[in-house]
């Protein structure tokens, strides 16, 4: 893990469960964000004046490393920092035209207190490396 070899001691698994979105408040906790902390929720609002297909997006979460996003109570799936899963497809079908918009976002292995989701029109092709592994090709 993030280089080291592990062995031996005891493995404990837990499940998250993301059937749906969570409820989460607005302005909930509020509180400090640790890098490397435990697992935290993110929320954010937002409004669009389009609908259906005009309303077509990709989510960005720069900053993020990995975890999972529901827009309006839709699973978008999970994003990583490496690979395909840096922006999220969103379709405008999901979205609520000149009403809010709520995103959540589960961070895994969060860095700030804060976070920007952006909407972008075309999708960005990247490949970062994986900030979990070092030395690996």
Do not use: I
């Amino acid at each position: 893990m993030g280089g080291t070899r592990l062995s031996g001691g005891t493995w404990n698994h837990y499940n998250f469960l993301l059937d749906e979105a969570p409820a989460v408040s607005p302005g909930g906790g509020g509180g400090t964000v640790a890098a490397n902390g435990p697992p935290v929720w993110y929320r954010g609002t937002f409004t669009t004046s389009n609908s259906g297909a005009a309303a077509d997006t990709f989510l960005q979460l720069p900053g993020g490393v990995k975890g999972v996003v529901f827009v309006n109570g839709h699973n978008l799936g999970r994003h990583w920092a490496v690979g395909p899963q840096q922006e999220l497809s969103l379709p405008g079908a999901y979205l609520k035209q000149g009403e809010e918009n709520v995103v959540l976002v589960l961070e895994l292995e969060p860095c700030t207190s804060s976070r920007v989701a952006r909407g972008v029109a075309k999708r960005t092709w990247k490949n970062d490396p994986d900030p979990d592994c070092n030395n690996c090709s």
